[in-house]
């Protein structure tokens, strides 16, 4: 468990680097998508966000005031990802690549 945390903690500094997940105890892996589970690429998939992070994107970015899950989205008639969702996981994606290229 504990080599699993420092891996994804490397990750974290070469994809998000306002994310320091030593400051941070609190932090959540965001899955992008859901079609690859349990086979998940790393910043492709998901990417590691705290956990205030985490929540505007299930809620703000969701079209709610509360954080709120992927079902209760789509109950809603909002499809995960909507448009500002993808839009936010291609930010993180092109951060974490440009981040990848320059280290």
């Known amino acids: 468990m504990e080599s699993q945390r420092k891996n994804i903690q490397e ?4 994809s998000l680097p306002s994310i320091s997940l030593d400051k941070i105890k609190n932090y959540a892996i965001y899955h992008c998508f859901y079609s690859n589970l349990g ?3 790393w910043n492709i998939d998901c990417v590691v966000l ?3 992070a985490h929540a505007i994107v299930h809620s703000w970015l969701a079209g709610s005031i509360y954080p709120i899950g992927v079902s209760e ?6 499809k995960y990802p909507n ?3 993808r839009v936010f ?3 993180a994606r092109l951060i974490g690549l440009l981040l ?4």
Not at 100 to 103: G, P, Q, T
């Open 83 to 85: 448009f500002f969702q």
């Open 50 to 52: 705290s956990k205030s």
């Open 100 to 103: 990848y290229l320059l280290r």
């Open 73 to 78: 989205q789509e109950k809603k008639g909002s």
């Open 39 to 41: 086979n998940e690429k």
């Open 89 to 91: 996981h291609l930010y």
């Open 11 to 14: 990750k974290s500094r070469r």
